[in-house]
């Protein structure tokens, strides 16, 4: 027998309606689908991806279950949700259980009717300047999240809807789920189905209005930046130009959202936080009294080139030189909009594989792009963990400080291992 169900991706992007034949194991049908709707079938360590069903109203389905043996609700509205794992470079998960095949389970004469894709969001002006905003009680939570989680990565969903004003698109982030049940460590964090299962149920009944607009999670001492497993991530499950990925480092303080730039993840060079008089007080920045965010405004070329032109004129006859010898004029200063709740977000350093040297001495080490403490030491010493400790010995605080060309003096590991707080 087969069961008429609509499944969407775990974006909230696209839905699928599908036939299922109730006598195969959620898991089987999870695996099918991903395959049926384009969805990775291994992350960037190699390892395939676990798939599940979350049912709308229920939770997440039984993976070892038959439909035929659940009391499943009509209509049938399911979402397809993978476990991944964002994970620092050189840092790969640990294995898990892997559904089987249709051969292993014996049953390969059975498969998923499967229609033409769905479109469940549809924004407009896609190509059209972009504005990312939250919300001060929203960006505190997420703050306060990470750092309640200072010693580990967590993660979690961000929320809102899409605004527009004055021809400009707006990705305004009004709430966050964060990933409770999600397993991290100090290098990466994985949001298995149980954790999906936990945030979507609160979507479902605290947000039932909202969008998902993206994801965020932390780099403790790592810095901003979007890593490989993260970049694919983003890449495969949030791939509409309308979201979105926030990353924070708790340990220095420093955040950025990354966003989609011509079919590619790049860095948001500010972003508005939006709140009361109150709210906004701890960023340094002030409410405006009933108008909007003024954010990178186009200023009239004429009305700029006569002002200017009068200004260096009045400038010129207060000083007495209008008719003396030419003198060199003073250079204006580029036209600059009005404040806005914009905070800037400092160009970051991406990740990469560094060339092994010996530790066994004291050896001069050059930062190349994309290093950072963890990666050199995981790849020198064997331990990532010994990353501050890397960073006291060379009387450095700040790691967001680290540039590419500086040299970095390489202890033995024993030294290290000495430096390493407790």
Known sequence: MELAATISDIAGIRAHECLLPDFVRVANLAL??????????????????????????????????????????????????????????????????????????????????????????HDDHLHGKLDVRIDAETHQQITQFAQLHQNKE????????????????????????????????????????????????????????????????????????????????????????????????PATGRDGFFYWKDGEIAVCPSYGVVGSASQLKPYGLKQRDHKPPVRRSRFNIYKWVAAAVGVIALYLLVSGCLFSKPTKLPVMPEPVAAPSVAIPVQPVQQPATAKAVSASKETIYIIKKRDNPWIICNRIYGDGDLGPALMRYNGLKDVTGLQVGQRLKLPSKETLRKLRKP
């Open 32 to 121: 099918r689908l991903a395959e049926l709707t384009h969805q990775p079938k291994r992350d960037t360590n190699g390892r395939k991806i676990l798939y599940g069903l979350f049912c709308t109203g229920q939770g997440l389905l039984n993976q070892d279950a038959k439909l035929e043996e659940l009391t499943l609700p009509n209509p049938l509205l399911l979402r397809l949700v993978p476990e991944i794992c964002a994970a620092a470079e050189e840092a790969p998960p640990e294995p898990v259980q892997e559904p089987c095949s249709k051969a292993e389970e014996g049953l390969q004469d059975w498969d998923i009717v499967i229609g033409e894709p769905m479109a469940l969001v």
């Open 154 to 249: 967590c993660a979690g969903l961000l929320l809102g809807r899409i605004e527009s004003e004055n021809n400009t698109r707006i990705i305004h982030v009004t709430a966050v789920i964060p990933a409770n049940r999600a397993a991290g460590d100090h290098a990466s964090v994985r949001v298995s189905l149980a954790a999906w299962e936990s945030m979507l149920l609160i979507k479902d009944a605290d947000y039932p209005e909202h969008r998902i607009l993206g994801w965020f999670h932390s780099h403790s001492t790592f810095g901003v930046f979007m890593s490989e497993a993260d970049l694919f991530l983003h890449r495969h499950f949030f791939p509409h130009p309308n979201m979105i990925a926030y990353v924070i480092d």
